[in-house]
C-alpha cells in the first residue's frame, strides 16, 4: 500500500487528506489519483485528458516538484525523500510534514487554486498570448509548400514540443515573486516564433519589443529550474539567452 498526502481546497477552507492505495505494477500517480476519486473520496478535484503526457493537463506539484502525474511511476516515487530540500528542482516555500512512507502532492506553485489540484490556467495562457506567439507570413508566400531547411527545423523542434502545462512556470522563482512576469513557456515561445525564417519582420520587431523589459527576458534569473522540471525536454532559459543576444544585437546594428 502507498500513502498519499493531499492538498485539498474548498473556497478559503485549507486542509490535508491522507489516503492509501495499493501500489499496482506499472502505476503512474494519475491512476493513483483515479482510485481515490472512484473508490475513497469522489469530491476529490483534478484535471487530466490524454493521460500520455501530451496534453499537460495533470501538471501538480508531486513531492514539491512539479510534474505530470501521468508521467510519474508510483514505484519510483515511494523511493524519493520528501522532507529533504535536496533537490535543485524542489519547491520548499511552504514546509509540510510528510514521512518517507508518503507521497506528497499540491497544486502548481504561482497560479491561484480553483479547488483541491486544480489551478486557473487563465493567467498563464494571458501571459502566453501577450508575446504574439503566432506566425505573421512575408508577403512572398510561395505557390506551393513554404519549406525550411533541415538544421532550422531541428532548431525549431525543441521549442514546437512544449504543451502547456504550466510546469516551468510552477517551478519558476520569479513567477513566484511577480506576477507580471512573462514566464518561461511565454518566452520560450517568443524565440519560437523569432527563430522561424518564414516569420515577418514587422511582428518579430514588435515581440522582440513587447519582451525587451523587466517582465521579459531581463526578468529572467537564470537559474534553470524550467529546464529541469520540463516534461518535454523544452529548454526555456535557452531560448531567453538566445532572445537577450537577439536584442542586444540589434541594438549594436541601430547605434
Request: with cysteine.
Amino acid at each position: 500500500m502507498i500513502k498519499l498526502k493531499i492538498r485539498r481546497q474548498d473556497g478559503e477552507k485549507v486542509w490535508y487528506d491522507l489516503f492509501e492505495v495499493e501500489d499496482k505494477q506499472g502505476m503512474n500517480l494519475l491512476e493513483a489519483l483515479f482510485f481515490v476519486q472512484e473508490k475513497l473520496d469522489g469530491s476529490l478535484t483534478f484535471r487530466y485528458s490524454c493521460r500520455g503526457a501530451v496534453c499537460g493537463s495533470c501538471g501538480m506539484l508531486i513531492n514539491r516538484v512539479p510534474r505530470l502525474a501521468c508521467k510519474v511511476q508510483v514505484s519510483e516515487l515511494r523511493k524519493e525523500p520528501t522532507n529533504e530540500g535536496n533537490s535543485e528542482v524542489m519547491i520548499a516555500n511552504k514546509k509540510t510534514e510528510t514521512d518517507n512512507n508518503e507521497i506528497l502532492i499540491e497544486p502548481l506553485p504561482n497560479l491561484n487554486v480553483i479547488r483541491d489540484l486544480v489551478v486557473d490556467m487563465n493567467p498563464f495562457y494571458n501571459l502566453l498570448e501577450s508575446v504574439r506567439p503566432w506566425l505573421e507570413m512575408k508577403n512572398d508566400i510561395p505557390e506551393k509548400e513554404n519549406i525550411i531547411d533541415q538544421e532550422m527545423q531541428v532548431k525549431l523542434e525543441q521549442y514546437t514540443n512544449c504543451i502547456l502545462c504550466a510546469i516551468c512556470h510552477g517551478s519558476c522563482p520569479v513567477a513566484a515573486r511577480d506576477r507580471k512576469y512573462y514566464g518561461p513557456a511565454a518566452l520560450a515561445k517568443a524565440w519560437r516564433f523569432d527563430l522561424d525564417p518564414r516569420e515577418n519582420e514587422s511582428n518579430r520587431k514588435e515581440r522582440l519589443e513587447i519582451v525587451n523589459s523587466e517582465s521579459g527576458v531581463w526578468g529572467c534569473d537564470t537559474v534553470y529550474k524550467c529546464v529541469a522540471v520540463c516534461p518535454k525536454k523544452v529548454a526555456p532559459t535557452l531560448g531567453i539567452n538566445e532572445l537577450r543576444n537577439r536584442i542586444n544585437t540589434n541594438k549594436k546594428k541601430e547605434e
